[in-house]
C-alpha cells in the first residue's frame, strides 16, 4: 500500500470503530481485517498502529477539536493526530489525502483550516484542562487523583503507552525455562519476569500464536498482574476452587497448573460464548480438572454449592481502567454511568458467593481497575457487611502462595491488599484482595 491510502484504510477503520461505540475496538479491528484480506501483514501493522495512536489519544485531540468547534470526526480526529502527534507538517497532511482510486478525499474547507491551525501546536498545550492533560475521562479522573496522589502524573504518562506482551509458561506442559528456549528457538526471546514465577515477557511485539510454544500449550499470553491474581489464591493439588467470573477462563489455566490437575476447579460465567471459548483453551493447555458452569437468572448453584470451595476467585466486571494503554478505547467507551452500575454489580457478586467459601477458606476479590471505589472501598463495605470475613495482609498471602518454597520475589507492595500499576510495577493496573472466612 501507499502511504496514502495506509491514511484512507486508517480513516475507515476509524469509521467503523466510530459506528459500534459499544463493541471494543479490537474485536472490530479483527473484522475489519478479516473482510480485507488483500492488505499484507505491514500495511495491517502500520494501519493499526496509527489508529491505536488515534483512540489512545482521542480525549486531547477532541479537546483540540472541540475548542475550534469542530466535531470530533475519523478524518478530523486522523488529521490532528497526524500533525499533534506525530508530527507531520500541514503540506505532509495535504499529501496524505490526495484524492483518487484507494484514497481518502481531499480536505474540504474547513478541514483545511484545521490543519493549518494545528500545524506545529503542542498536544498538550498550556491551559488544557486537567482530564485531557493526563488524558483520562473526567468521571474517572477523581479516582485517579485518590489512588495515585502527587504520582498521578506519572501513573497517568505510564497509561498512555504501549503494554508488553507477558507470557506464562503451562506448567502442565513444562517449565518456564523449557518456554522460553522453545521460544528462543523460534527467534523469540523472552526473558523471566520481575515478579510472577511462571512469567516470560517478550520485550517486543511478536506474533506468538502460530509458533511451536503456543500451539502445544507450553504458553499462554497474560498480563503479569493477572498471573499475580492467580498465584494469590494459594491454590494447591487436591482442593475444591471456583473461578466465579471466569471469562475465556485465563486465571482457571493458571490455578489449574498450580493444583497439577489434582483437585477441581470450577470456571463460572454468565456468556455461554466464553465458556465455549475457555473450554478450547483448557484442552490446548492440557487441564482436565476443570469443569464449566454456566450462571443463569434463577441459578441455584450458589447455594447448593455452600461451604465447599477452599478458594473462590472472583476477577470481577469493572471498568478495566487498569489496562487503557493495551485497550485506549475503552478510556472513551465506558461512562459515568457504565462505572456506577459496575460497583453495584460487583457489591452484589460478593455478597453472592460469600457463602460458596468453608470455614478457613478464602475468597479472592480481583479486578482490573485502578479506582479505588471498584477497589479497596469495594473490599471494606463487604468486610462491613460480613463480619465473618477478614483480610489476609498482602505480605502473609505472598508468602502462603508459595509454601513450601521460598517466595521468588518480595511482594508488589505492602499494604492489606496489591494494588499495581504499570509505573511502578511494569504491569497493568490491577487490584486483588484476599479474605478469609473465619473458621
Known sequence: MTPAARIAATVALLTEVEAAPRRPADATANAFFRERRYIGSGDRRAVAERAWGVLRQRLRLEWHLATRGLPPTPRLLLMAYLLLVERWAGAEVLQGFPGGRFNADPPDPGELATIKALEGAPLVPPGMPEGPRHNLPDWALPGFQ???????????????GSAPLDLRANLLRGTREQAAAVLAAEGIQAEPMAFSPWGLRVPDRRPILASRAFTEGLIEIQDEGSQLIALLTGARPG?????YC?????????????????????????SATRLEGAAKRLRRAGVDNAERHLLTPGDRWVKRRAGQFDCVL????CTGSGTWRRNPDARTRT????????????????????????????LVYATCSVLPEEDGVQVQNFLSDHPAYEAVPLAEAWTDAFAPAAPSAPPPGTGPWMELAPHDHGTDGFFAAVLRRKA
Do not use: Y
Open 146 to 160: 485518590a489512588r495515585f496522589g502527587e504520582a498521578l502524573p506519572e501513573a497517568a504518562a505510564a497509561m498512555d
Open 239 to 243: 482442593m475444591r476452587v471456583a473461578d
Open 246 to 270: 471466569a471469562g475465556a477462563a485465563g486465571k482457571t489455566l493458571a490455578v489449574a497448573a498450580m493444583m497439577g490437575n489434582r483437585g477441581r476447579i470450577v470456571a463460572c460465567d454468565v
Open 314 to 317: 472472583v476477577d470481577a466486571p
Open 335 to 362: 461512562s459515568f454511568r457504565d462505572f456506577e452500575e459496575l460497583i453495584t454489580k460487583q457489591r452484589a457478586i460478593l455478597d453472592s458467593v460469600a457463602g460458596l467459601v468453608r470455614p478457613g477458606g478464602k
